[in-house]
């Protein structure tokens, strides 16, 4: 049969009739009616006598095909469907087949199914909607947005698209832009409970709690039998520092999914916030006990193992940050890893700084000990400790982390010096341990300090203290242990010359910087042993808990730290020194956390110094 045949037949089948008169296309849509009206077996029977009387009518196929998929019959559904893409490929039947694919796990030929519905059909938002999933479950994030975006640049009203963007966009670390889209469905959409989750998760990446707080309470309004969103409540009132206030929704988040992993760290980590520390640990038992070996769980008990003075259970537990998300980067090393086990005298250690510079400078105390033992140590560090710890002893070469790696036996991540030295609270090695800067750094500094034209200081005429009030604000407890520089001003008019130590401070801070007496000379801090060379020139060093804190206390110099009312481990509790290093003074939060107390007693404790350096007194 020709071509002209074939078209004839095709012609002759579309005004075929069955017995009672009815051609196949009036009967698939009498059958489509039916469907529509929730009668899927009188649309079959109207199917079936469609195709009894024309066996490739392609329409009837596919109806056939779409009763199948709405009665969970996949592999009927991909059959059908089959046959009625075989004989006239149009956008609709492709992307039935690829549902009836996807909903049967077949996520590539799924894909392909949707892949040529977008090439017949360009324009259709929904078209590209489907073939952004079916890339999603192929786990190809970056293109399965490239789709979402098509559909949603077709379609700026498509609710839809615009929350699989802002799945993807978070999924991506693109928060931002995440929020956004999230945003965007929520107006097109309101008071959707899943856009509205991820919407509070979002924000709740980016740090605004109060604004993911508002969110996540929306969506518990539409769903408040949700335990993920009764969480997430509760965990943006912990980051608020609204501790008492977070714990019933974790309890009401655990009353609908008891046992839950998550959850239960959350209570926990509120109970530690609170130092209610007998309850955290209770909580961590029974997590522990639901879900043995979780890595994530070993580690946070470590943290307050530490916090408590428990060195010989905690440095053992923290060594589970390596199965967690905490620590990353470390490189893959085939050599072994020593944790002080075994003679090193003779071999050369690789010693890897793994955590943040404040915990290089730390835990750099124990370096001097390897090469007490015999061990030729290479210390491979971060770009802005190299010029610091150069002069380390102990140290036999200096690596950045730019630079290949020389031969080496063994490696041990500075962070488990702690554990392989078997350290207690008794044993802490050396407080001073960092070299002193160069004379001809000092000197440099000593000359600008004196030579500011802000506020020239002549020699000694008033006590030089320096300043930090915030640290990374990537860390995760930057919310704690950070404050704004207005919080300072309590201090700022005593006769004192103040100095900011303060490196790329934010963006509000840097305004009221320029509004104060503060020296700022941190255009010039190139490298922590620039900084270090500063502190050799000032009486004092006044700091949140951050890098400065362990650099200044490093070198002796004495040091002021500010802690909020739960502090890192490292700082202990109940004192107001630290075994760590002789020269610090703590300041600790009382349970309003508030800092305002805390800056007052700075105050009182200055005013002895300054009464001394006036009466002619050398500081202290």
């Not at 056939?64 to 009665?71: C, D």
Request: net charge neutral; charged share 20%.
């Amino acid at each position: 049969m020709n071509r002209r045949e074939r078209r004839a037949a095709g012609e002759s089948r579309k005004t075929a009739k069955s017995p009672d008169g009815s051609t196949p296309s009036a009967l698939h849509e009498l059958g489509l009616r039916h469907m529509q009206a929730g009668r899927p077996l009188d649309a079959q029977l109207c199917c079936e006598r469609a195709l009894a009387t024309d066996p490739h009518h392609v329409d009837s196929l596919h109806l056939m095909g779409l009763l199948s998929l709405q009665a969970k019959q996949y592999d009927l559904a991909i059959e059908w469907i089959s046959r009625a893409n075989r004989q006239d490929p149009k956008t609709a039947y492709l992307v039935s087949l690829g549902t009836a694919l996807t909903q049967q796990g077949l996520h590539r030929e799924a894909f392909k199914a949707f892949d040529a519905a977008v090439k017949i059909t360009r324009d259709d938002a929904d078209t590209w909607l489907h073939h952004g999933n079916a890339l999603a479950n192929l786990e190809r994030p970056a293109d399965a947005l490239t789709s979402y975006q098509q559909a949603l640049k077709l379609n700026p009203r498509h609710a839809y698209a615009a929350y699989r963007c802002g799945v993807l966009l978070r999924d991506l670390n693109r928060i931002g832009e995440a929020v956004s889209c999230l945003e965007l469905s929520d107006q097109l959409h309101p008071n959707n409970a899943t856009v509205l989750e991820q919407l509070g998760l979002a924000l709740h990446d980016l740090g605004r709690f109060e604004e993911a707080l508002a969110a996540s309470s929306r969506a518990h309004a539409q769903t408040p039998a949700s335990p993920e969103i009764c969480n997430n409540i509760g965990a943006a009132l912990l980051k608020l520092g609204r501790y008492e206030e977070a714990l019933p929704w974790f309890d009401k988040a655990l009353g609908l999914l008891p046992g839950s992993i998550t959850v239960l760290i959350s209570k926990a980590a509120a109970l530690a916030k609170l130092l209610r520390l007998d309850e955290a640990f209770a909580v961590y038992a029974q997590a522990n006990a639901a879900d043995p070996g979780n890595a994530d769980i070993t580690f946070l008990i470590s943290e307050l193992q530490l916090l408590t003075g428990d060195f010989a259970a905690g440095f053992v537990g923290r060594e589970a940050r390596w199965k967690t998300r905490v620590t990353k980067g470390y490189p893959n090393l085939s050599q072994p890893m020593w944790l002080g086990h075994g003679p090193i005298e003779g071999k050369t250690i690789l010693v890897f700084a793994d955590e943040g510079l404040g915990d290089t400078i730390q835990f750099a105390r124990y370096i001097p000990l390897l090469a007490a033992r015999g061990a030729r140590v290479i210390l491979w560090v971060d770009d802005p400790l190299a010029s610091l710890l150069s002069g380390l002893s102990g140290v036999s070469r200096l690596l950045v982390k730019s630079d290949p790696l020389p031969a080496f036996d063994l490696h041990c991540p500075i962070c488990s010096l702690p554990l392989a030295f078997r350290t207690r609270l008794e044993t802490i090695p050396a407080d001073v341990y960092l070299p002193r800067p160069a004379q001809a750094r000092i000197q440099a500094w000593e000359n600008r300090l004196q030579n500011t034209l802000q506020n020239p200081l002549g020699p000694r005429r008033k006590l030089r203290v320096g300043l930090t009030w915030s640290g990374n604000p990537k860390h995760w407890n930057d919310y704690n242990r950070s404050l704004q520089l207005r919080k300072l001003s309590g201090l700022l008019d005593l006769d004192a010359a103040f100095v900011s130590l303060q490196k790329d401070p934010r963006p509000d801070d840097r305004a009221q910087l320029e509004r104060t007496g503060i020296i700022d000379l941190t255009a010039q801090l190139t490298d922590l042993a620039e900084t270090a060379a500063l502190m050799s020139c000032l009486d004092l060093v006044i700091t949140v808990d951050t890098g400065v804190a362990h650099l200044a206390s490093a070198l002796g110099r004495p040091t002021w730290i500010l802690l909020p009312y739960t502090p890192d481990w490292r700082w202990l509790l109940g004192r107001d020194d630290s075994p760590w290093y002789g020269s610090v003074r703590l300041f600790r939060q009382n349970q309003s956390r508030d800092y305002a107390p805390v800056i007052e007693r700075v105050r009182e404790a200055l005013q002895p110094l300054l009464s001394a350096l006036s009466s002619g007194s050398p500081p202290e």
